[in-house]
């Protein structure tokens, strides 16, 4: 079993910045892949940001791309997304999620661990 507790959430202006921690437990960390996704009201889940299993490397929707980055700190087996030039568009709540499963995966199916939700609101 993984367990996953997300932080950081809150209301920014249009413009600001927020960083959203996952902290991870259950299993030793880096041998799952750990992604950040999100929901805003009435619409799906989206994906957002991932570090893939093994590797390490980070991947984006095209939608944060070059505004967001995502990382982790094995000593302290947290992964984070760092939010930058944040927009309305980007209000939603924030889900971190694990997968043992391989690959750049950005599909909510392929991610068994879920976290609780951190909301960010953006006012413009």
């Known amino acids: 079993q993984v367990q996953l507790v997300e932080s950081g959430g809150g209301l920014v202006q249009a413009g600001g910045s927020l960083r959203l921690s996952c902290v991870v437990s259950?299993?030793?960390?880096?041998?799952?892949?750990v992604a950040w996704f999100r929901q805003a009201p009435g619409k799906e889940r989206e994906f957002v940001a991932t570090?893939?299993?093994?590797?390490?490397?980070?991947d984006y929707s095209d939608s944060v791309k070059g505004r967001f980055t995502i990382s982790r700190d094995n000593a302290k087996n947290t992964v984070y997304l760092q939010m930058n030039s944040l927009k309305p568009d980007d209000a939603a709540i924030y889900y971190c999620a694990a997968t043992f499963t391989w690959g750049f995966l950005t599909e909510v199916h392929r991610y068994a661990y879920w976290g609780q939700g951190t909301q960010v609101t953006v006012s413009s």
């Open positions: 259950g299993r030793t960390f880096g041998t799952y892949g």
């Open positions: 570090i893939r299993r093994g590797s390490g490397s980070p």
